[in-house]
Nanobody
Framework: VQLQASGGGLVQAGGSLRLSCAASGRTFSNYGMGWFRQAPGKEREFVAAISRTGGITYYADSVKGRFTVSRDNAKNTVYLQMISLKPEDTAVYYC?????????????WGQGTLVTVSS
């Protein structure tokens, strides 16, 4: 499956962004989806994931209550709504197809979209 992430940008602390990840090439609803992020000089870390039907979601503790992952299988798209953004949320955000909290559980990755949160 091919994944194309978009929606990143520059936002002030406390602001909001919504990331999108459009999928193509295979049956989107066959895949759980996840979001990861990688800040400069840091390892890639898990952010959020959603099951194939959207009925199960889970989050990293650092974003719980501020980020919401959702999907629209009719549009082959997964979203990450981010509110109350903090400077420490600054990173390249990647969507991926797979399952779990570890990047090894994901077989397909998008190219990443940069989110910069200014203080």
């Amino acid at each position: 499956v091919q994944l194309q992430a978009s929606g990143g940008g520059l936002v002030q602390a406390g602001g909001s962004l919504r990331l999108s990840c459009a999928a193509s090439g295979r049956t989107f609803s066959n895949y759980g989806m996840g979001w990861f992020r990688q800040a400069p000089g840091k390892e890639r870390e898990f952010v959020a994931a959603i099951s194939r039907t959207g009925g199960i979601t889970y989050y990293a503790d650092s974003v719980k209550g501020r980020f919401t992952v959702s999907r629209d299988n009719a549009k082959n798209t997964v979203y990450l709504q981010m509110i109350s953004l903090k400077p420490e949320d600054t990173a390249v955000y990647y969507c991926a197809a797979g399952a779990g909290r570890y990047y090894t559980g994901y077989d397909f990755w998008g190219q990443g979209t940069l989110v910069t949160v200014s203080s």
